[in-house]
């Protein structure tokens, strides 16, 4: 090797990230859920997390960071430093507040590194099974009659399932009395003890009620039917124009990150998530619909469209947080 090339050779590694500094195995990544403890999301992180890190040879470190419906963990992640180590659990969730919010501190589409999808559960409309509607027809006409104004259950006002709701109402030329509670299972329970007429709520809170005939389920909000209930058909085959509403599972870091580090991160969960047919099961068991993302740059690419999604359907919903 000549000095010239001995020169450009050294000049290429000083200028070239170190990623045995920036990410190695065996060094702790945290995982910033924006979900409690023991909620139905941090459940499925928890699961993947652990697979995951086996397979990259390194441990996850849960941290639960509920605060504000999740906006403080979007917050913390989008000014972490982008080595790798400080990850985001849900990138929907970002979304949601930035297209909920004017301000949520954080531009949602410079300051994070979309890395990989998991899987996807879409809202469920559930009913007590003593409930006069016995398919979402019966429901739509009991909504639009003049004695209409059914009351409904969210897990709290900007939820996804607060935007399911009133978008749906709107779209079908009715109104209703949203009825708000601190998360979903409550709102469920809600509908089970009759203080409401209806909630959405996302299918793994529902489907386990369903299972012990404590509610009847007349349509989900996915793009298509779930496997878990084929003959429950979607809003979207329902209603002209209904809104497409999924909780979707899926990790996503702060901007700047390395792109080895972001291949190396996809990889292992698509892995995963192929090889592991139990995690698989599990996952679909539970109402969900796997949608592993072939690229990163293919779960960016998509980035930008669902944000624009997310605020037309907060513009049709008239749901606002300020």
Known sequence: MNRRQAVLGLGAILARPALAQEWRPGRPIRLIVPFAAGASSDTIARLVAARVGVALGTSFIIDNRAGAGGLLAC????????????????????????????????????????????????????????????????????????????????????????????????????????????????????????????????????????????????????????????????????????PVITSGSSIVGPAGMPSAVVQRLHAAVNSVLTEDAGLRETLTREGGDITLAPTPGAYAAAWAPEFARLRRLVEISGVRVE
């Open 75 to 242: 917050q913390w992640v989008a000014r972490a430093a982008p080595d790798g180590t400080t990850l985001l659990w849900g990138g929907g969730t970002a979304l949601t507040h930035a297209a909920l919010q004017r301000d949520p501190g954080y531009d949602v589409l410079s300051d994070f590194t979309p890395i990989a999808t998991i899987v996807e559960n879409p809202a469920l409309l559930a009913v007590r099974p003593a409930a006069p509607w016995q398919d979402a027809r019966a429901l739509f006409a009991a909504a639009t009659s003049d004695t209409g104004g059914l009351r409904y259950g969210s897990g709290g006002v900007g939820t996804p399932a607060h935007m399911a709701a009133a978008a749906m109402l709107k779209s079908i030329g009715a109104e209703g009395v949203h009825v708000p509670y601190r998360g979903a299972n409550q709102a469920t329970l809600a509908v089970e003890t009759g203080e409401v007429d209806f909630a959405f709520a996302i299918s793994n809170i529902v489907l386990p009620r369903l299972r012990q005939d404590a509610v009847r389920v007349l349509l989900s909000t996915g793009q298509r039917r779930i496997p878990a209930l084929p003959n429950i058909p979607t809003l979207v085959e329902m209603v002209p124009d209904g």
